[in-house]
């Protein structure tokens, strides 16, 4: 791959000023951190909010808190000098984590050759640091990205997003692209090109109760059905073409002497592509009993749809490559089996994925980061900044 030498030498600039400023992207790290935010305690949220704030606002830019109805709200950045009618690319990220109040107690913040652990970190608590000090960056070496970083960050990611939706969506169609700062694909750091669509579907028999001894033939067992349909629904699985359907949960009966008069099945499904969701939503809808007495009646589908190879896609995985180049590191892609909001934006902007943290553990005990590894992935965010328009390419 050819290399420009000016744009290889803004690049190592840029290295260089974030390489000088790791002791402070540590220190911010470990404040956010400390700073515990579960999805379902929607008052958390307010203080790793105010935290990224101020840190936003003192790198001049405009900084608005949207009000959560049932979750902690989000947040919304603009730079302090942005002109008018300038095209924006969006930096996409949620503070938000999976561990509940007190995990600080058991799974305590601790730093270790090189590494950072902590509830939160790699997912994706260091990925927002290193928006942060991308910024800044640009902002110290005097650097203007001819097209506006905007920041939006929500605080119901892990949840489904329902709240945030709506804002990230309107966001996406308006900009130029958005870089997704989910943490990266394992330890390696693979960025995220491809991510599954997830759907979840309850699917609920309705039976007839009758004493299981004396007159089962006045029944009909929503059992016997489900076990039927549970069938069917496994037979749906595609591994080539990276279908999974799942019944990960199960309930039905009153008691063992009761034909049982109801029963359920919650399903996960996954894929890879928006034709083969569109398709096996239509065949979980087509569930037909075949039991007498009974009726099937499906609820949910899919909230999140694929994050696709798209050419405006792969025309910015291509030009991460080339940043990367220029300051010197490697990286590569991956697909990634569970959703991000980058899965809502790739509808309508070019959106890459997993630009954040280099680490592992995501969601469990043992989650970390590499700290070294957060200087790089900040140069490679703020040179993929300066990068010119891509919407139309491709």
């Not at 995990?103 to 270790?112: A, C, G, I, S, V």
Request: charged share 25%.
């Amino acid at each position: 791959m050819k290399i420009d030498p000016l744009q290889a030498k803004i690049a190592q600039r840029l290295r260089d000023y974030l390489h000088n400023r790791q002791t402070e992207m540590t220190n911010l790290l470990a404040q956010l951190v400390l700073a515990e935010s579960p999805s379902v305690v929607a008052e958390s949220q307010h203080q790793v909010l105010s935290l990224l704030q101020t840190e936003l606002e003192q790198r001049n830019y405009r900084v608005k808190r949207i009000p959560g109805q049932k979750t902690g709200g989000q947040l919304f950045a603009v730079p302090g000098d942005r002109t008018k009618n300038q095209s924006i690319q969006m930096l996409l990220g949620h503070c938000d984590t999976v561990w509940p109040l007190n995990t600080l107690k058991k799974m305590p913040l601790r730093q270790k050759q090189g590494k950072m652990y902590g509830p939160g970190i790699y997912d994706m608590k260091a990925g927002l640091v290193q928006v942060i000090f991308a910024l800044e960056a640009l902002r110290a070496l005097e650097i203007q990205p001819e097209i506006a970083p905007v920041i939006f960050i929500n605080s119901d990611e892990e949840i489904g997003s329902n709240e945030s939706k709506v804002h990230i969506q309107r966001l996406a169609k308006v900009a130029d692209r958005v870089f997704v700062m989910e943490p990266s694909l394992g330890p390696s750091g693979k960025l995220k090109t491809q991510r599954k669509g997830l759907g979840e579907f309850t699917v609920h028999v309705i039976g007839k109760a009758a004493h299981a001894g004396l007159e089962p033939e006045k029944g009909a067992s929503a059992i016997l059905e489900l076990s039927f349909a549970i069938q069917q629904l496994f037979a749906l699985n595609d591994p080539e073409r990276g279908i999974t359907v799942n019944v990960g949960n199960i309930d039905g009966g009153i008691r063992p002497n009761v034909i049982a008069p109801s029963s359920k099945a919650v399903v996960d499904v996954r894929v890879l592509h928006r034709e083969d969701a569109d398709r096996i939503d239509a065949k979980i809808r087509s569930l037909q009993p075949s039991t007498p007495g009974t009726k099937i009646i499906v609820e949910g589908g899919f909230d999140r749809p694929p994050l696709e190879k798209t050419p405006g896609n792969q025309q910015l995985w291509q030009r991460a490559q080339k940043a990367a180049s220029e300051l010197g590191i490697e990286i590569d892609e991956a697909t990634a089996g569970g959703g991000s909001d980058g899965n809502f934006t790739s509808l309508y902007a070019p959106t890459l994925d997993g630009l954040g943290a280099v680490g592992d553990a995501a969601h469990a005990p043992g989650e970390f980061v590499y700290l070294d590894l957060m200087v790089e992935r900040s140069a490679l965010l703020s040179r993929l900044l300066l990068e010119s328009a891509i919407k139309n390419i491709g």
